[in-house]
């Protein structure tokens, strides 16, 4: 206790989170996070006590402790306010943004990321902003505006191509392979996270092996979906080995929601269930409610592989419920799409009827169809090309069709964009 004295001036402030780095990188993360709540309970020094809220922000991000991850955010924005420091200012908002999406609360998410990018700052808010773009464009994803996600990842590529800042990138291309999951193109799909783990192998011997765990878990995602099975198994292996390692919560309860959607795609759904299971406690530990529809999704097929139709439909209900509060559309329509197959097979045709008009709104409101063939996106597996203004088309209708202009935005370029 003597060491820290009654006040921690400018000096020992820095000295002392730059000890706690050092053991959390280590590894030793109570270590680490007891040396900062010293430092933020005796600094004088406000630049510090920002500086050290970060830490502590990043630190509970990591170990899924969301709430506290909010807490911190809320103390450090407050303090950057005290300080009247744009750059601080710019900083503090992204941390509310990410701590919010978290919380999958993306509409505030949203409007944090707004605020960061109405900042007047300088240029270190200006390095900021490929972050801003990729939270941005995560919170349109959680909320299915397909659009807007993909506008914000390619702005958030251009900012890490033009800062060449290759975490930045590497975290936008693991964020492309689930956009590209979600429409189902798979190859796609893949080649994001590809990119990814081979940044991690080219640029990454100084970085936190999350980046490599992060890369590996959405190639197991894709590869399961391309039906590799023993591949997907083998990605998912190598990112539980690190999230374990490291104590991270959040990619833990991913990894199990991924073993189990493997088990179940091999129809053994008595290992599946547990796994479900497993994901799910650690999801609901942290609040990751969008998760938890996907594990409810997931046991759903499972009951209907048993054909216990009641016990799906119920399942169902629970993720539909999630997904309305969220206000993710495609959990929705795939709900409504459950639905309809159960009713179908209950033979209760005005249930169905309801749930076919629930499917179509929902395809009509997320836009899920080529503007060129009018058939759906992200019904099957299909490549798919977006162009500047970022509407998606199939691949093969850009290819054999050509255009002078958008036909959804009627906007005239028609290069392909960089995703």
């Not at 972050?131 to 914000?152: D, I, P, R, T, Y």
């Not at 690190?242 to 008595?270: K, M, T, W, Y």
Request: one cysteine or more; hydrophobic letters at 35%.
């Amino acid at each position: 206790m003597r060491r820290f004295g009654v006040e921690m001036g400018q000096d020992q402030t820095k000295q002392q989170i730059e000890k706690g780095l050092r053991l959390y990188q280590s590894n030793h993360t109570d270590k680490a996070l007891h040396i900062w709540f010293k430092v933020l309970e005796k600094t004088s020094d406000p630049g510090g006590k920002f500086r050290v809220l970060g830490c502590l922000i990043t630190a509970h991000s990591e170990m899924g402790k969301y709430k506290d991850m909010l807490k911190y955010a809320l103390t450090q924005i407050d303090t950057a306010r005290e300080m009247e420091d744009p750059d601080y200012l710019t900083e503090g908002y992204l941390n509310l943004a990410r701590s919010n999406e978290k919380l999958c609360d993306f509409q505030k998410t949203i409007s944090y990321c707004k605020t960061c990018l109405n900042m007047q700052g300088t240029t270190t808010s200006l390095l900021l902003n490929g972050q801003v773009c990729l939270s941005m464009g995560n919170a349109f994803l959680g909320m299915s505006v397909f659009q807007k996600a993909l506008e914000n990842y390619e702005k958030g590529l251009r900012y890490a191509h033009n800062n060449d800042d290759k975490m930045l990138e590497c975290r936008v291309c693991c964020s492309l392979g689930s956009f590209y999951t979600q429409l189902k193109d798979y190859e796609k799909a893949l080649f994001f996270p590809c990119k990814a783990a081979e940044l991690v192998n080219d640029y990454g011997k100084g970085w936190s092996l999350k980046y490599r765990a992060m890369s590996q878990y959405h190639m197991a995602v894709a590869y399961r979906k391309l039906g590799r099975l023993p591949d997907a198994m083998d990605c998912c292996e190598e990112s539980m080995k690190i999230a374990l390692q490291h104590g991270d919560r959040p990619l833990q309860s991913l990894c199990l929601l991924c073993f189990a959607d493997i088990h179940r795609s091999r129809n053994d759904v008595e290992k599946a269930f547990p796994r479900y299971e497993s994901s799910m406690c650690i999801m609901t530990e942290t609040g990751n409610r969008l998760g938890q529809v996907h594990v409810y999704l997931g046991v759903a097929k499972c009951w209907l592989i048993q054909k216990e139709l009641d016990k799906a439909l119920d399942t169902v209900q629970r993720a539909q419920e999630l997904a309305e509060g969220l206000g993710n559309k495609l959990c929705l329509l795939k709900a409504h799409c459950l639905n309809e197959g159960i009713f179908r097979s209950k033979e209760q045709q005005a249930e169905l009827r309801e749930h076919v008009v629930k499917f179509h709104e929902c395809v009509e409101e997320m836009e899920l169809y080529c503007g060129m063939c009018g058939e759906s996106i992200g019904e099957k597996n299909h490549q798919l090309q977006a162009l500047p203004c970022s509407h998606v088309f199939h691949l093969k209708c850009l290819q054999s069709n050509g255009t002078r202009g958008c036909p959804n935005c009627r906007r005239s370029s028609v290069k392909p964009g960089y995703v």
